[in-house]
T-cell receptor
Framework: GAVVSQHPSWVICKSGTSVKIECRSL??????MFWYRQFPKQSLMLMATSNEGSKATYEQGVEKDKFLINHASLTLSTLTVTSAHPEDSSFYIC?????????????FGQGTRLTVV | EDQVTQSPEALRLQEGESSSLNCSYT??????LFWYRQDPGKGPEFLFTLYSAGEEKEKERLKATLTKKESFLHITAPKPEDSATYLCAVQDHYGGSQGNLIFGKGTKLSVKP
């Protein structure tokens, strides 16, 4: 299957600082990427949908000014957690679907464990 | 509102003891149902996509089936390496964000040797 690379796999940051997470599709072009958040023993919750060259669409309750998403190319989307606080500590996962393939599987990155201290 | 419910939450099996995981769903119009495997601290790994009732797919010890209301993931003679959380997700024809998946909470499977 297609490969989605997410970096870093884990990060620890101080409260008040910003953290950037990268999501790359390595062997396909992804016009749409999705960002999820997962708490222990909970389901993946969609945060936002990222489209190449346009503004991201955020789910209800997700602060767009706190979680900045940029999808600058067909193979790269970034999520920046701004002014991070301990409650932002979570597992963040991106996924990507190949261009023109709405009804096929989405491939996931390895996830990023964010710990804010 | 689209909903996905997985049961049981956790399942403990002995090696070789076959069983099934359930995924019940409610959608306006099903575009696809997906099964993923997730290991601790990792992103989900794609297993199967099912599109219509009656469809079945197999991969090694796993077999996924689909009806109009639910899907089953059958595990035949499981091995310890099958231990993981299995996630079910649906994609709606009419809703979602450009093909977004709605996930269940998963079933945590533990297979003891």
């Amino acid at each position: 299957g297609a490969v989605v690379s997410q970096h870093p796999s884990w990060v620890i940051c101080k409260s008040g600082t910003s953290v950037k997470i990268e999501c790359r599709s390595l062997d396909f072009q992804a016009t749409t990427m999705f960002w999820y958040r997962q708490f222990p023993k909970q389901s993946l919750m969609l945060m936002a949908t990222s489209n190449e060259g346009s503004k991201a669409t955020y789910e209800q309750g997700v602060e767009k000014d706190k979680f900045l998403i940029n999808h600058a190319s067909l193979t790269l989307s970034t999520l920046t957690v701004t002014s991070a606080h301990p409650e932002d500590s979570s597992f963040y996962i991106c996924s990507a679907r190949e261009w023109g393939a709405l009804n096929t599987e989405a491939f996931f990155g390895q996830g990023t464990r964010l710990t804010v201290v | 509102e689209d909903q996905v419910t997985q049961s049981p939450e956790a399942l403990r099996l002995q090696e070789g003891e076959s069983s099934s995981l359930n995924c019940s769903y409610t959608v306006s119009g099903l575009r696809g149902l997906f099964w993923y495997r997730q290991d601790p601290g990792k992103g989900p790994e794609f297993l199967f996509t099912l599109y219509s009732a009656g469809e079945e797919k197999e991969k090694e010890r796993l077999k996924a089936t689909l009806t109009k209301k639910e899907s089953f993931l059958h595990i035949t003679a499981p091995k310890p390496e099958d231990s993981a959380t299995y996630l079910c997700a649906v994609q709606d024809h009419y809703g979602g964000s450009q093909g977004n998946l709605i996930f269940g909470k998963g079933t945590k499977l533990s297979v003891k040797p």
